[in-house]
């Protein structure tokens, strides 16, 4: 553990917890993409199925937790106890075009070919372009809500963080891990965009918008 893992974990933390809030506060999930929500839940079951083999610490099991938690209660709340408020007509996506290639790289490239690894593997990859049904339908829509920003602009952090965390991680112990280096600097990549506008933007009291 390091500052730059921590500082990154708590952004992640931080990002769900706004997006939990905003539909929980105000009874909708207008705005906020379902396939970038079963794609993260997705992410999350297939990295964590070690949850009852494997234990590391308390804080590692405790973030499993809730990761695997709040995604699948995220997709509850947006599929049954908000559904008439889902904007399916904007949330066009094609998620089959993100899994099936992400699958059949995970069988290509991984560290081990084993069912554990390789469903690893798919995670990392997924998670990399997970968030792109999200920033589409912004696209789509022309605008995002500045509670919708906030909750894309943590996520965003959160990966860039990790990035710290690997280089801190190679100069201080030896640690490389090309796979989870190469997919999260392919997320941040996708957030470039969104980074520049939210701080040119919404952190100067504009409604962000992007180009459709």
Sequence with gaps: MNIFRLVGDMSHLLAIILLLLKMWKTRSCAGISGKSQILFALVFLTRYLDLFTTFISP??????????????????????????????????FRMEFLVVPVGGLAFLVNHEFSPMEILWTFSIYLESVAILPQLFMVSKTGEAETITSHYLFALGSYRAL?????????????FFDLIAVVAGCVQT????????????????????????
Excluded: Q
């Design 162 to 174: 990790y990035i710290f965390n690997w280089l801190y991680r190679y100069y201080f112990e030896g």
């Design 59 to 92: 804080y590692n099991t405790a973030m499993k937790v809730f990761f695997v938690g709040s995604s699948l209660f995220t997709v509850y709340l947006m599929f049954v106890k908000f559904k008439a408020t889902y904007d399916a007509n904007h949330d066009t």
């Design 189 to 212: 990549i996708l957030y470039c965009d969104f980074f520049y506008l939210y701080i040119t933007k919404v952190l100067k009291g504009k409604k962000l918008s992007l180009p459709a």
